[in-house]
């Protein structure tokens, strides 16, 4: 039976545009879990956000909206700018 590698991120908060070092930490984690794959191991990855923190509650409070509402809308919003990026870049 092949071993099993854990791995896992942090768990984000949705309150706040993503920066380089979430990203950074995804990517790397990502690499460490298919370098176990190509060892033949079973790997469990484990990622995520927090969208039900207080934070968020208290960030949706203060715009006056729901907090899933919200969420969505800033994940949309990093989405698009994350799109027209990569077009600048080519």
Do not use: C, W
Request: proline share 6%; aromatic share 8%.
């Amino acid at each position: 039976m092949p071993k099993t590698y854990f791995i896992t991120t942090a768990i984000d908060y949705t309150n706040s545009p993503p920066h380089v070092g979430h990203a950074y930490e995804k990517v790397l984690a990502d690499v460490i879990a298919r370098y176990h794959r190509l060892k033949g191991e079973k790997v469990f990855f484990l990622t995520g956000v927090d969208q039900h923190g207080q934070k968020v509650q208290q960030s949706a409070a203060k715009a006056g909206v729901p907090p899933a509402e919200r969420h969505h809308a800033k994940v949309y919003r990093s989405l698009e700018k994350a799109g027209r990026e990569v077009r600048r870049l080519g």
